[in-house]
């Protein structure tokens, strides 16, 4: 209780509650926006958030993060064009109600399944934080390098079918973070460039990679200008309609739940496993993929539950689950935050502010949804190139006012070309952000606990540590087994 | 992985093989690009990492390149001619980057958004304003209102005290 009221007190200011409202409204609006998305808007307003108060900060970043997929889901239903990609499943669905006249009804399940996805998961993430926060005490060096290294493995595992491209770029990303100065001072890959001596900046890379590649993606395509009819009537009607389907939306928000805390899974598989988990459990199999309101509310509950179960790995162990968890890591670093076992066990409070954060903003843009609908509509038509030249603006802001370096925007535009040539061939970009952030941390943390480890054993002679290590080995094992399979399925075939 | 799935972009074989290249490029100067101590601890050496990583880079590139080498599908040209244009925006980016300190936040972000406008293809007058004031509510939000850290511009020396430092803090 005491907890409960202190993190109150960290959220009842003025400038908090500004940055809820902007937060939950503008990721709304980033959401509906097709080809803009969270991690462009996170990786531009990055910068600007360092002159806040951590909480300050976070919560705007938290709101763009935890309610784009709101907005993602409009044009998915009534365009088929996902606003985020992340929404890309609930077209499967959403588009084909729509077709049938039942666009209102779509918007209506959609929206309340969010909710009841994102209302879920804060729940169930504040009830198990003493839990975790005990548990995260025993979280030591070795533990922590070892969960990081099992984030990487799981990153490069889950880009199915590009694994070894994604774990070249999980390497690239490490190599990106040592250039520089050593912590002996000698230079490492600098060949004689002093500039390169100060190494290269994670926000540059970070807004090169996903901010200024998408403005060329935006600015060389062809422009387009959505379509899109408006609506009427209430979609007040959306949570009587999710009562008729509790199993579905509590069994989706459960494994947004479980996935998002697993670093590197996220949404795309907390979506996929509780779509087909919806699909086998439904009376109706056959609707799904042609409009099935059950097939929307598993793909909408389980991805809006993903958020705030990804802040767990970030604030109990350090470790970012994913590109838009490692960008809100940098704003930790910048204010001396140093998320951690001592974060969650020492700083409960921050942490439930956070989480009641993400509850109050869950209920604003639920509540901004329910007026604005036709409003967005219109934001959804602005053509793409305009949209690029916005785009390509704000990443000069974002880029030039992190230290009014030339170099830092000669750097972003060259990563910005390399991200939007990566984007053109579908290659994975997340794993060099998440090689960039989670390399540094296993650098470190080797580093510590080498002190105490006489032989290769002692790494693991802890019992976190060895659950960890027995995990990287079945992940390992699982990959290897598939991959056999699939080639033995080719075979006979 | 099964081969019956693989599906290879046009340009992706070059793209890959240019990475491949810049980690091997890597790989052979890490002898003289990181440094490594004759009696330090292994793991304490500040070459062990670079040297894990592009090590890496090479190994899963090489791997990469060698699954998809037999899936090459042609178009490498036209992708490569797309990728270029790219350059193009670069240029743009970097003429306001180095405009922007000389001549000012406001006037070049004016500028900036309105003629990269019409580059892509706008003409009719609503979209040029709407592309102007895209830019002043930039400006107005990042340097007015939030205060981020983007210098005046050295034409701003030029206006009178009064107007001077209203601009330089504000636009």
Redesign the interface.
Same mark, same amino acid.
């Given at each position: 209780m005491e907890v409960l009221l202190s993190s109150f007190g960290i959220l009842a200011r003025w400038d908090v509650v500004a940055a809820l409202i902007i937060g939950s409204v503008g990721g709304v609006i980033i959401g509906a926006i097709p080809g803009v998305g969270a991690a462009v808007a996170i990786a531009i307003l990055l910068p600007a958030t360092f002159i806040f108060d951590p909480i300050v900060g976070l919560t705007a970043l938290l709101g763009i993060y935890g309610s784009s997929m709101y907005g993602g889901a409009i044009p998915a239903i009534l365009i088929n064009t996902p606003g985020t990609a992340v929404n890309a499943l609930t077209t499967y669905d959403g588009y084909p109600m729509t077709q049938r006249g039942e666009g209102r009804r779509a918007l209506a399940l959609a929206y309340s399944a969010s909710f009841f996805g994102g209302v879920f998961a804060i729940l169930c993430l504040i009830l198990l934080s003493p839990l975790l926060a005990s548990f995260a005490k025993n979280f030591g060096s070795r533990e922590i390098f070892l969960a990081a290294l099992l984030g990487i493995v799981l990153v490069i595992v889950a880009h199915r079918g590009q694994t070894l491209i994604a774990a070249a770029f999980a390497c690239f990303g490490i190599w990106l973070q040592t250039i520089g100065l050593a912590l002996d001072y000698s230079k490492t890959y600098t060949f004689g460039q002093s500039w390169l001596s100060s190494g290269v900046n994670l926000i540059v890379v970070v807004l090169g990679l996903f901010a200024i590649s998408q403005a060329f993606v935006l600015l060389i395509d062809k422009d387009n200008s959505p379509k899109a009819e408006p609506m009427s009537g209430s979609i007040f009607q959306g949570f009587k309609e999710l009562m008729q389907h509790k199993r579905v939306v509590t069994i989706s928000s459960s494994f947004g739940v479980v996935m998002g805390m697993i670093p590197g899974v996220g949404e795309f598989t907390a979506q996929f496993m509780s779509y087909t988990t919806a699909r086998r459990l439904s009376k109706t199999p056959e609707q799904f993929g042609n409009g099935s309101p059950e097939g929307l509310i598993a793909s909408e509950a389980a991805n809006n539950a993903v958020p705030p179960a990804a802040m767990i790995p970030l604030l109990a162990l350090g470790i970012p689950g994913e590109a838009l968890t490692a960008m809100m890591l940098s704003v930790f670093y910048v204010h001396n935050v140093v998320p951690g076992p001592q974060l969650f066990s020492g700083q409960l409070d921050f942490v439930v502010a956070l989480y009641i954060a993400l509850l109050i903003l869950n209920v604003l843009v639920l509540v901004f949804l329910l007026f604005s609908t036709n409003l967005l509509l219109k934001i959804i038509q602005i053509p793409t190139r305009f949209l690029g030249v916005v785009v390509l603006t704000l990443s000069f802001v974002g880029v030039y006012s992190l230290r009014n370096s030339v170099t830092d925007c000669i750097m972003a535009a060259c990563i910005g070309v390399l991200g939007f040539i990566m984007k053109r061939l579908n290659l994975p970009i997340v794993p060099i952000i998440l090689g960039m952030v989670l390399g540094e941390i296993m650098q470190n943390k080797l580093r510590t606990s080498m002190l105490r480890v006489k032989n290769p054993f002692d790494m693991i002679d802890r019992p976190i540590a060895f659950i960890l290590f027995c995990l990287i080995l079945i992940v390992l094992f699982g990959h290897f087994r598939r991959i056999w399979m699939e080639q033995k399925a080719a075979k006979s075939q | %992985?099964?081969?019956?799935?693989?599906k290879t972009?046009p340009?992706?074989i070059l *793209? +890959?093989a240019a *990475?491949f290249l810049f980690?091997a490029f890597?790989l052979s100067?890490l002898g003289e690009?990181? #440094?490594f101590?004759p009696k330090g601890?292994f793991?304490?050496q500040?070459?062990v =990492?670079?040297g +894990?990583? /592009?090590?890496? %880079?090479t190994?899963?590139?090489g791997?990469?390149l060698l #699954?998809r080498y037999k899936h090459r599908v042609g178009g490498t040209g036209a992708?490569f001619t797309? =990728?270029l244009?790219?350059?193009e925006?670069?240029a =743009?980016? %970097?003429v &306001?980057? &180095?405009a /922007?300190p000389k001549f000012g936040y406001l006037p070049c972000?004016l500028l900036?958004?309105t003629a990269? $406008?019409f580059r %892509? $293809? &706008?003409r009719k007058t609503s979209?040029l304003l =709407?592309?102007t004031f895209?830019?002043l509510m930039?400006v107005f939000i990042?340097k007015t209102l939030?205060?981020?850290?983007?210098?005046g511009g050295a034409i701003y020396e030029y206006l009178p005290d009064a107007l001077r430092n209203f601009m330089i803090v504000n636009f």
């Open positions: - | %992985m099964n081969t019956q799935t693989i972009k340009g992706e *793209f +890959i *990475f980690s890597l100067q690009q990181a #440094t101590k601890k793991f304490a500040p070459a =990492w670079p +894990i990583s /592009v090590f890496g %880079m190994l899963f590139g791997l990469h #699954t992708e797309t =990728w244009r790219a350059l925006f670069v =743009w980016f %970097m &306001y980057v &180095y /922007v972000t900036f958004t990269l $406008g %892509m $293809g &706008y979209t =709407w592309a895209a830019g930039i990042f939030l205060g981020v850290k983007i210098p």
